[in-house]
């Protein structure tokens, strides 16, 4: 059990006597499925919060504080110190995020090490930035010598989907850029932020990072109301992240960096590779059980080559083996939230009634917090797996005739992240790339959907993103330019 009794403020891990919730794993230690208790954690008060915020104010001091200013070199000693030290948690984080959010032995060891390279890649994009910032450019008989400067405060949400590695590519590119940061994990995944603490603590100056455990409505409510945060970083879902952002008093001078939520389809067409439109869908679609926003949610097949698709994309899902997240080969695992298997159930009635059908054996199987996954098709408008993003183990297979219309479905749609397509044909391919890129910001040919690897920018249009990730482009996202401009060299 971790019972965590400490978070950290103003560079000192405070004691907390105060409320404490339980943390449960969907994961079962025994034989009758019972959640099992992993450990508690603080339930910090607007108080706390609100010292949090203090703290990370001080730190910036209006752009003159101890942070915004360092050398670009001592800026960077504190993140590979912070590095080195979270490399010695590698084997107690990787076993939180099999036991807190289910994530599979491969993946959870993918996240953390994928985690520590984006660090690494960060402090060589930063040098890079600063390596640029020596060079003078001239135009119009002006010189200017080019910089990037910090924003400010940043509020940093992560998701529980990767509570750590896409959480870090918020807080790292943040704090290498000068900003201090105030950091709320997700609900889930929060524990194994825990023995992080003394690392943040021993690598950067007073109130630089600050960790706070609690309710979003609680904490994050007083600290936006305040005016006092110049960036809302957040992975998660725009509805929340619209409450957030309108509780501050100045939305309209707020810095967004938001990744958000997505329907990507894929498209496969008559000429397609079925064998490798089949594994690539297994894959973009059920990875960690569907629970990515790159994952693959809607599945638009021509018709002439639907039914072939269909029997063999359901008899591989159907061999997919269930698991603890530890067990070998294991691809799905119980979800860890407790209320999405009887919501996929009742997407999964709602598409039953409407005329669709479940293709695979066990699609839909039900216990505890485990769904077996359900290939439906074929799915229409009328259903709500066709408009929600199901976030979990529910396929809708979409059958088409003409490419008009997954192209009409995804200029419709609320959200533009990504699309995989599936074809051979260069002629009819190339026109349809150059019309999806202006639907989303990732065409994948022949390949699932991903955000990886971390170099890309990952973005999105409509609600999906607003400003952009990679270790290039967040750099960007937590920066401004800022420039000397002389008429002498
Ligand atoms: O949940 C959204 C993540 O950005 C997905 O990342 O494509 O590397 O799994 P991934």
Redesign the pocket.
Known sequence: LLHQKTYLVSGELKQWEGDIAEVYSTISSTEDYKPTLLGTIPQLTEKEALEALDAASAAYDKGQGLWPTMKVVDRIACMEKFVEQMKTKREEIVKLLMWEIGKNLPDSQKEFDRTIDYIYDTIEAYKQIDRDSAKFEKNQGVYAHIRRGPLGVVLCLG?Y??PLN?TFTLLIPALIMGNPVIFKPAKLGVLLISPLLEAFQNSFPKGVVNVIYGRGRVLATPIMQSGKIDVLAL?GNSKSANAIQNNHPKKNRLRLVL?LEAKNPAIVLPDADLDLAVDECIAGTL??NGQ???ALKVLYVHESVVDDFNKRYSAKVDALKFGNPWDSDVKLTPLPEVNKPPYIKELIDDALEKGAKILNDKGGELSENFIFPAVLYPVDKSMRIFNEEQFGPLIPIVPFTDIEEPLDDMAASNYGQQVSLFGKDINTLSPLIDTLVNLVCRVNLNSS????PDVYP?TGRKDSAFSTLSVHDALRSFSIRTFVASKDN
């Open positions: 998701p989907n990767y896409e992975i990744g990875s960690f990515r926003c790159t959907c991903q955000r990886g990952f």
